[in-house]
């Protein structure tokens, strides 16, 4: 175990405005979930299902701004301003190209794309996420500035903007989600359609807040607009080499997240609004675990930079040790939190029962999930092994959980609780496949120019 304070100080010093504001974005996603649940019975379904297309871009933004962590810390490290601006342009412009061409899709093909996540039956669910899914889509462009920014910053140990835009987030959308959805202050009252433009006035002001926060107030990295737009061939060809495979990670399996969720659309409503609050419990139990993940990220990709592979070995066992405490922890408060969780959202008796029965199930997968995240999403990507990483979960993913899924689903019949069970089946051993890969030396990677070769 490490005994330095400045370890463990650094690390929640990364972390803990990282969890905040996971909590406060599940906070406002659940908020938009229990307020429209008041306008109509298949307004749940509707939103959640079209938030399934949503947190897949989420995810694809999330997994490129971490991309360029990868990069920026280890030059961080080494106190390369001149080559971490130059990553800061890559990943600005792969974020921005990204939610374009989400738009694009999401415009062009909304009933499509909601075809594939809403059993086509349910024609009353997807003509209400017609009215919500071609509108919070807008939402898209101003997130992936606010990711791409927010990482450059993380990458640098500046984290005290997240505080700030999360408050922001928070209050913004709750609000205008008030006012929009049931129509207050002279307004009328929107439904779908009001939380979709609360979600979107809401991030436009988030992205104005790191923007002048980015550019005006923080000093770590002195940078100005115009670096944005000079980038170099070499800084795409390192950012496709070591930074991109994360965002390929994080992409791919938000995709399988997302036909994870085409197989359970096809099981009815019951089954939809049942996943909707298992799925926001799930994320519950597991976002402090991924913010701390993405601080040991930072600390370890730093002592990469500065070539010292012994501390980076010492990290690497001390975190481990943390991270299965704190899984212990989540395990037990969302077994015993359940019911009263679920209690807020205005179900029936059958889809409470089910959502409760769901959930008491896979928090037990919640103790594998937070040992591998603390080495696939920290140790792992901080130390260069990011191509390992999206090996594995594009393993687990397409060729077991896939699978699993829909043969649970459509083959076997297996009860709606099982076939749940299924598509988080790769928690129980992801955390294995972690563990061997720690004990050699084959994972740290110094990935800086000068010094790409594996340490």
């Known amino acids: 175990m490490v005994k330095d304070k400045k370890f463990y100080k650094t690390i929640l010093r990364l972390s803990l405005p990282a969890a905040f504001q996971s909590a406060v974005n599940l906070l406002v996603v659940m908020a938009d979930n229990v ?6 019975e298949n307004a749940l379904s509707a939103v959640a299902q079209s938030n399934a297309i949503t947190t897949f871009v989420t995810a694809g933004l999330t997994g490129l701004a971490t991309g360029a962590i990868v990069l920026i810390s280890q030059y961080w490290g080494k106190r390369d301003e001149k080559r971490i601006r130059t990553v800061c342009a890559v990943s600005v412009g792969a974020c921005l190209l990204f939610a374009l061409l989400a738009i694009a899709l999401v415009q062009l ?7 594939l996540v809403i059993n086509g039956g349910e024609t009353a669910v997807i003509n209400l996420a017609m009215q919500y899914l071609p509108i919070v889509c807008l939402s898209y462009l101003p997130l992936a500035l606010t990711s791409a920014l927010v990482g450059i910053l993380k990458g640098v140990e500046v984290v005290r903007v997240t505080l700030y835009t999360t408050v922001l987030s928070l209050f913004a959308n709750i609000g205008l989600n008030y006012v929009l959805i049931f129509g207050h202050l002279g307004l009328p009252a929107l439904g779908v359609k009001g939380a979709a433009i609360a979600t979107v006035i809401a991030r436009l002001l988030e992205a104005a807040l790191v923007w002048l926060y980015f550019f005006r107030v923080q000093r770590a990295l002195p940078i100005t607009p115009r670096h944005l737009l000079k980038s170099e061939s070499w800084a795409w060809q390192d950012y496709a080499r070591f930074g991109l495979p994360v965002g390929l990670t994080d992409a791919q399996w938000a995709l399988v997240n997302l036909l994870k969720a085409v197989i359970l659309g096809q099981m009815g409503k019951t089954m939809i609004d049942a996943t909707s609050v298992t799925d926001m419990m799930m994320n519950l139990g597991t976002m402090f675990t991924f913010a701390l993940a993405g601080g040991a990220c930072v600390v370890v990709g730093k002592a990469v930079g500065e070539k010292d592979y012994k501390r980076v070995r010492e990290y690497a066992g001390t975190i481990q040790v943390m991270f299965l405490g704190i899984g212990a922890v989540m395990c037990t ?85 099982a076939i749940y069970f299924c598509t988080r089946i790769d928690q129980c051993f992801k955390w294995i496949i972690a563990f061997f890969r720690l004990r050699g030396n084959k994972w740290i990677k110094n990935v800086t120019r000068s010094d790409q070769a594996a340490s």
């Open 35 to 40: 307020m429209v649940t008041r306008t109509g």
């Open 109 to 115: 093909f909304p009933r499509t794309l909601l075809g």
């Open 333 to 417: 408060l969302v077994f015993f939190l359940r019911r009263p969780f679920a209690s807020l959202y205005h179900l029936n008796e059958d889809t409470f029962a089910l959502a409760t029965k769901m959930i008491a199930i896979c928090s037990f997968t919640l103790l594998g999930t937070t040992y591998h995240a603390s080495c696939f999403v920290g140790i792992n990507r901080g130390a260069g092994d990011s191509r390992f990483v999206m090996l594995v979960d594009m393993i687990c993913g397409w060729l077991v959980v896939l699978p699993l899924s829909a043969l649970a689903a459509f083959v076997f019949h297996w009860p709606l609780a």
